[in-house]
T-cell receptor
């Protein structure tokens, strides 16, 4: 059964450093998403991506964040200069179609720890 | 604004007894609603989804949920809990017409032998 994969499973970084979180969506999917879950808090939407551009983004997704699909298979989330409050579990998801009725398939997450 | 409230942060049941995980939502649009399960160190797996076709939705592993518009609820049930059902469960509403997906806070289900 196809699944979304994410690497690394755990990333530890120093405050101010750049990190790149990687995701491989399901191969025939066209819509891609990033979410995060700060420990003890809700899962929050960050950004959606379609046709090589951002479709929607939340208030959390400020200039420190960027996404790209560099090679047609990977989907990456970059945090330019990490802050302590960026420590969270980051989930990637993909779906075959957009809109509110379409199931999103989620990866296992990357736990980011900023020291 | 859309929101999702999962009424219990923890639910504990004995193996073989019924499971009820409660979810209430608010939405300006006709909502789409999902239940996801997360086992430790695993991704979020879809259990079932409501897309306006039928109010009683059957999902995987014996779970089902009933959409009740008058009560703005989408509670998840299972007639008989199994040890493997122990996990975190998330109720999710997808805002009509957009990609933003709102998660509930999650309910952790414990199953006692």
């Amino acid at each position: 059964e196809p699944e979304v994969t994410q690497t690394p499973s755990h990333q530890v970084t120093q405050m101010g450093q750049e990190v790149i979180l990687r995701c491989v969506p399901i191969s025939n999917h066209l819509y891609f998403y990033w979410y995060r879950q700060i420990l003890g808090q809700k899962v929050e939407f960050l950004v959606s991506f379609y046709n090589n551009e951002i479709s929607e983004k939340s208030e959390i997704f400020d200039d420190q964040f960027s996404v790209e699909r560099p090679d047609g298979s990977n989907f990456t989330l970059k945090i330019r200069s990490t802050k302590l409050e960026d420590s969270a579990m980051y989930f990637c998801a993909s779906s075959s179609a957009g809109g509110n009725y379409n199931e999103q398939f989620f990866g296992p997450g990357t736990r980011l720890t900023v020291l | 604004a859309q929101s999702v409230t999962q009424l219990d942060s923890h639910v504990s049941v004995s193996e073989g007894t019924p499971v009820l995980l409660r979810c209430n939502y608010s939405s300006s649009y006709s909502p789409s609603l999902f239940w996801y399960v997360q086992h430790p160190n695993k991704g979020l797996q879809l259990l079932l989804k409501y897309t306006s076709a039928a109010t009683l939705v059957k999902g995987i592993n014996g779970f089902e949920a009933e959409f009740k518009k008058s009560e703005t609820s989408f509670h998840l049930t299972k007639p008989s809990a199994h040890m493997s059902d122990a996990a975190e469960y998330f109720c999710v509403v997808n805002q009509g017409g957009g990609f933003k997906t709102i998660f509930g806070a999650g309910t952790r289900l414990f199953v006692k032998a």
